[in-house]
């Protein structure tokens, strides 16, 4: 896992690389309006229900689409042009905003109007971060890998920062209908830098062989790293090109258990920062006491220590193993969420959620550069889709029992519970170091 992490992280080059700024710009407008959105609606919900089941359900439903969607989304990502895909995904999610937006403000909007955008919104994110991760994959070189995959999730985590600092303020004011309207102009200035990233249409399966990485190239035959560029569109079924191209990929990732490894790692991370917010509105509002802008303290000092981790990964992985910087951190996620409703007062609790950022930061830096590392880029899409099934599978479970736990058996289970799930990840990513050593010891 550390050979990849051996070449010296450079901010310029990678800002130099053709379109990354551009797509830099696009997750980080998106991600601002998305924290907005996921923080307002959030805080709505339990405004006026005063349930943490029904925080819960709302997870769910955001959530509930990446069962299935991505099966079909991972193997579209590795059939059309990703720069295109995104933009549509964009302009879809960003027109159905507003329209909710617009309900709102004529005070036409029901509760199941939120549900029913929170859900749709779930399809084009079920399919829109597997995208996001390809494309960066395709815009920049695999020796600024660190660099760049740092430098996306600053973009992520920036825009969450912004959005978390301003969140509360801007629902005071303007409610969820402003915020809502902040949301889709945001999907369109996304759509705009993702248009500019580059010219002409570039298909994923075009890809030609040598651009495998090294290590990876030689599990490939030739017959099935040099696919046509396009299926004919005339082909008469276009559901055996489809089962086709899923059959490759499970093949893929069955042949690969270091990257399954990775994955799992990645996926139990993920689905603690999703399903932890279900916990983190609830110590806002009963234990806390700070309303929603003790909520978006929270939330923004999430995104401080995210932007923080970004940008010490490099240091840090030139200095110590990257598997002990990636254990290390999952173990603090683990301890410090099992502590984390003991946490009486709200700076306190600013810092706690600051650390974790920055722990979750170097986790998904660490795990994402190891997994473009290694996995080609005609398969990116099958592989992060594989991976959103598997985190999906455990946001929905953990979001439904955390906001139950929470309810009838108190915070400090329920927080426990997240504990563990990351206490898996840090199983997962010990695992991938052993198989790690292995490959190392038979080569």
């Not at 964009?90 to 709102?104: H, S, Y």
């Not at 991760?133 to 395709?138: K, R, T, Y």
């Not at 696919?227 to 569109?233: C, F, I, V």
């Amino acid at each position: 896992m550390d050979n990849v992490f051996e070449q010296r992280v450079e901010w310029k080059a990678v800002l130099a690389q053709p379109g990354f700024v551009y797509l830099f710009l696009a997750m980080f407008v998106s991600l601002f309006g998305t924290g907005m959105n996921f923080a307002g609606v959030t805080w709505y919900i339990l405004e006026k229900t005063g349930s943490p089941v029904s925080v819960s359900l709302l997870s769910v439903l955001v959530m509930l689409p990446g069962l299935a969607v991505p099966v079909v989304g991972g193997v579209l990502i590795d059939r059309v042009d990703r720069r295109y895909l995104a933009m549509a995904l964009d302009v879809v999610r960003g027109t159905l905003v507003l329209v909710t937006a617009a309900l709102i403000a004529a005070g036409a909007a029901r509760l199941w109007h939120i549900y029913a955008m929170v859900f749709l919104l779930g399809i084009g994110f079920a399919i829109y971060w597997s995208t996001a991760n390809a494309l960066a994959q395709e815009v920049i070189s695999r020796k600024q890998l660190v660099a760049a995959n740092s430098a996306v999730l600053i973009a992520i985590q920036g825009g969450m920062m912004t959005a978390g600092a301003v969140v509360g303020f801007v629902y005071e004011r303007a409610g969820l209908g402003g915020i809502l309207a902040i949301d889709g102009l945001t999907y369109f200035v996304a759509a705009l830098c993702m248009l500019r990233l580059r010219r002409g249409y570039h298909a994923p399966q075009a890809h030609r062989p040598e651009e495998l990485p090294a290590e990876t190239a030689a599990s490939f035959s030739p017959a099935s790293s040099e696919q046509p560029t396009l299926a004919p569109m005339a082909e008469p079924e276009l559901s055996a090109v489809f089962l086709r191209d899923l059959k490759e990929g499970i093949h893929y990732l069955r042949g690969q258990p270091r990257i399954l490894a990775l994955g799992i790692t990645y996926s139990c991370m993920m689905a603690g920062v999703i399903s932890s917010n279900v916990l983190l509105v609830t110590l806002a509002q009963f234990v806390l006491k700070s309303g929603a802008r003790g909520f978006g303290f929270l939330e923004f000092g999430w995104a401080f220590g995210a932007v923080s981790g970004g940008l010490l990964v490099g240091g840090l992985v030139r200095r110590y193993s990257a598997t002990a910087v990636l254990i290390t951190a999952l173990a603090i996620l683990s301890v410090g969420h099992v502590m984390f409703p003991y946490a009486g007062y709200l700076a306190l609790a600013v810092a706690m959620n600051a650390l974790f950022g920055a722990c979750r930061a170097l986790g998904g830096v660490l795990t994402q550069t190891s997994i473009m590392s290694t996995v080609p880029r005609r398969m990116m899409g099958r592989t992060q889709s594989a991976f959103a099934v598997i985190s999906t599978v455990l946001q929905v479970t953990m979001s439904f029992s955390l906001g139950f736990l929470a309810q009838h058996a108190g915070l400090p289970l329920a927080f426990l519970t997240l504990g563990l799930l990351y206490g898996g990840a840090v199983a997962a990513a010990i695992h991938a170091r052993g198989l790690s050593a292995v490959a190392v010891a038979e080569a």
